[in-house]
């Protein structure tokens, strides 16, 4: 098995055929099949750069082009032809497959070109694509956001600060909080994007191919705006992947606070949302139980993602220059990052579209006149009082009514009074949930109204992102 895998593509120097355990080991075809679409265009682009430096005639590009055009074909229509394939790797998949159909026509293709700068080339495509992919569902999900919270505008709830009552704020707002970190995921993965934009190909195995090929020529045929600088480089860095990752760990972050945030929300004991059915799982010995296990599972999955990242600036570490087989570590972790990163923030999407809001709920917590303390202390301050002195008085206003067990809005002016002097009739009408929040109209601020603009204009965001997608 493993002569006839290898095919001739490094057999010639060897005597012995690799040991079946070893031979397996070090295949990548398993995962980097994957890669097959964008090897088939590299090797077209390759195929008439060949023929171009006359290498090739036009007979040979014309049977080598319908010969990978047959490959993709086959490939497309059925999946487990690949599967039952001995290759090393996707570009000796081809390269058998090329020899198999066209004999010594198909063992001309390698010319000039090493796996080197082949896999640098594939791979950057395929993290070129899978950041566009990834960027059209982080869209779908900020827009997931934005309508929820354009639904519910003017529905106040607590705003928490180490997940203790600190300030009134709206429930819009804090949507609107997700939506723009999800918007500056999308920022980070068109930075990915952008790092992937040079194209590998004429690196050779390390020093440059030897053939009179256009590179450029090449890198415009598949995409690519411009060429990699140095042969090297190409070949032995993996910095898209790393950028790439990157962008995924914060993603996965974000989706895992998120996560966090809705799993609390529809405790009884929060009780500001009902999770959606079509979300959640029951529970095979309690018969009450509905569990959010949409968001356990988005909040667990991000560990892994972060986990590819770290696994890979690992492998890359301490590398010397110039491709190593380490480098094929690459793959598998970014693959995987992808697919769960992809299935996280779609299903994040769908739920939050799902969720119903407890507005009475969310209003009734609000209430809380522990949220309000802030604002008697800028009421002084209004009044003349030192703010660090207005914060001392209302913190002993608050320990006496904790004291006698009532709300500290209750007490009487003149009570009040034996506190400070400068608390006067109109304190009352300061202190309202609804004018704590319409003070807050600094720009970024929880008023109403700003909050309105601010959602307004994340919409233009989102549309000028979905017009880029
Ligand atoms: N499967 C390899 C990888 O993913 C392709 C490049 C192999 N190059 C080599 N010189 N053995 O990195």
Redesign the pocket.
């Known amino acids: 098995m493993t002569d006839a895998a290898q095919g001739k593509m490094w057999g010639g120097r060897f005597e012995r055929a690799p040991e079946a355990g070893f031979y397996e080991f070090q295949r990548?075809f398993s995962f980097?099949k994957r890669l097959l679409p964008y090897e088939l265009a590299v090797d077209r682009a390759w195929a008439r750069a060949l023929a171009a430096a006359k290498v090739l005639t036009a007979d040979d590009l014309a049977k080598l082009i319908a010969a990978i055009d047959q490959i993709e074909q086959q490939a497309k229509a059925d999946p487990q032809w690949l599967a039952a394939s001995p290759a090393?790797?996707v570009?000796h998949f081809v390269e058998l497959q090329l020899i198999e159909r066209l004999g010594a026509l198909g063992a001309k293709l390698h010319t000039g070109r090493?796996?080197?700068e082949?896999?640098a080339t594939d791979f950057r495509m395929f993290v070129k694509d899978a950041a566009r992919e990834m960027r059209g569902a982080v869209a779908a999900l900020v827009g997931a956001l934005l309508g929820r919270a354009e639904r519910h505008l003017g529905v106040p709830m607590p705003g928490n600060t180490h997940l203790q009552h600190a300030q009134p704020i709206l429930w819009s707002h804090y949507l609107h909080s997700h939506a723009e970190a999800f918007l500056c995921d999308a920022a980070r993965l068109d930075t990915a994007m952008q790092s992937t934009n040079e194209c590998p190909m004429g690196a050779g195995?390390l020093a440059g191919t030897a053939f009179p090929i256009d590179r450029a020529v090449i890198a415009r045929e598949l995409g690519f705006s411009g060429l990699t600088l140095n042969s090297l480089n190409a070949t032995s860095h993996r910095d898209f992947a790393l950028d790439y990752l990157y962008a995924l760990s914060v993603l996965a972050s974000h989706l895992s606070r998120l996560a966090a945030d809705m799993t609390l929300f529809a405790t009884p004991e929060f009780g500001f949302i009902v999770l959606p059915d079509e979300y959640s799982t029951g529970s095979s010995l309690m018969p009450q139980k509905k569990n959010p296990d949409c968001w356990e599972l988005i909040r667990g999955k991000a560990g892994r993602i972060a986990g590819a990242l770290f696994a890979l600036l690992s492998a890359l570490k301490g590398l010397p220059t110039g491709?190593q087989?380490d480098?094929?570590e690459?793959?598998g972790g970014l693959f995987d990052a992808h697919d769960q990163a992809l299935g996280m923030t779609r299903i994040a999407a769908g739920a939050i579209a799902a969720t119903e809001i407890r507005e009475e709920r969310l209003r009734e917590a609000a209430s809380d006149p522990a949220l309000l303390a802030t604002e008697v202390a800028d009421y002084l301050v209004a009044r003349g009082v030192p703010f660090r002195q207005a914060h001392e008085i209302v913190g002993a206003i608050v320990r006496e009514a904790e004291n006698r067990g009532q709300s500290w809005l209750t007490f009487p002016l003149a009570k009040l009074k034996t506190f400070s002097p400068a608390f006067e009739e109109d304190l009352h009408v300061w202190l309202t949930v609804e004018s704590a929040l319409a003070r807050r109209s600094v720009p970024g601020g929880t008023a109403p109204e700003t909050v309105r603009a601010a959602l307004k204009n994340c919409r233009e965001r989102l549309r000028k992102l979905e017009e880029a997608l």
């Open positions: 990548s980097d090393e790797d570009h090493s796996r080197n082949l896999v195995a491709y087989r480098l094929q690459d793959k």
